[in-house]
């Protein structure tokens, strides 16, 4: 299995290698990643020198597109919740602007430019609002079933991986004397993107975390379903998916 987990994360690095598209545009570097936004656009952060390093930007895009879907942040519930989840990256917020940005030196830029995107990705994916039927944050809905169900857990809790990267999951139930560590993933918009970076994140981590701790992905599939694949893929990497219609089947196992 480790053989095989690190020709998949050497498979993985190359992907990102090959996706990534740099342009100059003035004093600023684009840099097209391979990942996608909610409307299967590739998402683009702005690298330029600053005196103490680099500045890497999102430019205010992942916070305007929402708003100009028709998702405001303009709630206190709202702001907290962003605010929480910009900490978990170490990324900051220009309130004017609503750009998102990291400050990077030549040695941490790798784990700076990567808790980035992953907070751009974060916000992106927690505020998926575009829908009037959606009437709740989908982590709000879990954490609220979580503590309804007597399941004891300690939210948003940053791990970081065997490549030295770090990867944020939002719920870990401690090991107790029936059940292993169980550290869950609550995904609002089940696609391949979400699923690829995922089980990256897990894959990179298991092996630093206790033996025999289990992942759970818990799938939004409230406004529709979502394809077999991805269920397979999850349960081909050792990840267990619980679509949330489907979420009681699990509450005996977490409870333990």
Known sequence: MMAEYHDLKERYFSWLKEKTLLQKIEDWVEVTTPFLDRHNDYMQIYVRRSETGYLLSDDGYTISDLEMCGCHLNTPRRQSLLAKTLRGFGVQRDEKSNELYVNASDANFPLRKHNLIQAMLAVNGLFYLASPHIRSFFLEDVESWLEAANIRFTPSLK??????????????????????????????????????????????????????????????????????????????????????????????????
């Open 159 to 256: 791990f970081t991986g065997a490549s030295g990267l770090d990867h944020q999951f939002h719920f870990v139930i401690p090991k107790s004397t029936l059940q292993p560590e169980r550290i869950l993933l609550g995904i609002n918009r089940p696609d391949r993107s979400n699923v690829e970076r995922t089980l990256f994140a897990w894959g990179d981590t298991k092996d630093n975390r206790s033996l025999g701790s289990r992942a759970y992905a818990i799938l939004n599939d409230q406004e529709k379903p979502f394809a077999d694949s991805l269920s397979n893929a999850y349960r081909n990497s050792g990840v267990v998916p619980v679509p949330w219609s489907q979420r009681e089947s699990v509450r005996e196992e977490l409870s333990a």
